[in-house]
């Protein structure tokens, strides 16, 4: 009967020690894993162009506002109702619209200048026929123009990349002038 216990500690440890080896296993997987993942995230940063070596991996993600680090600042406008210019029925727009400015300073005077800068936008608004209005292009045409129109007030001359008769008119070359809007969005639009 003194052989029975000793056959039966013989076993338990036999499951320890597997227990041991499996528990250190799954440790070092663990360790290896952790210090693999260490190694990958501190080599990221490098490989940005911190030591000025060539970058070979997929480029950065493309930054909207390159000028500056801080967001930008958006100016919300009134919503504008207008009749459009339509001559077979008398439609109306529901415009609302939102400018988009880098410079909070920018956004003060337009603050500053704003029943000016509405006016403007109302006459480009007039102008329109629920045709223009309805399709895509004629969207991004009339963010262009509200670009162009508000602006003008604070006597900034942007060039008319739309005007039909620009080939026919001799324009004296002047250079190019960035606005400082950034983006016109519109916050609702509806024609009816």
Known sequence: MATAPAA????????????????????????????????????????????????????????????????????????????LADRDADRFAQVGVTLEVEDPKFADQIKAYMPAVRGNILMVLSRKTAADLLTQEGKEKLAREINREAVRPMGIELDDEDDEDAPKKKKRRRARVESPITGVHFSNFIVQ
Do not use: C, W, Y
């Open 8 to 83: 039966e500690a013989a076993p338990k440890g036999g499951g320890n020690k597997k227990l041991i080896i499996i528990l250190a296993f799954v440790l070092l997987l663990v360790l290896g894993g952790g210090a693999g993942l260490l190694l990958i995230l501190k080599k990221k940063p490098a490989e940005d162009g911190e030591d000025g070596g060539e970058q070979v991996e997929a480029p950065a993600p493309k930054k909207a506002h390159a000028k500056s680090d801080h967001p930008p600042t958006f100016v919300p406008l009134d919503p504008f109702t207008v009749n």
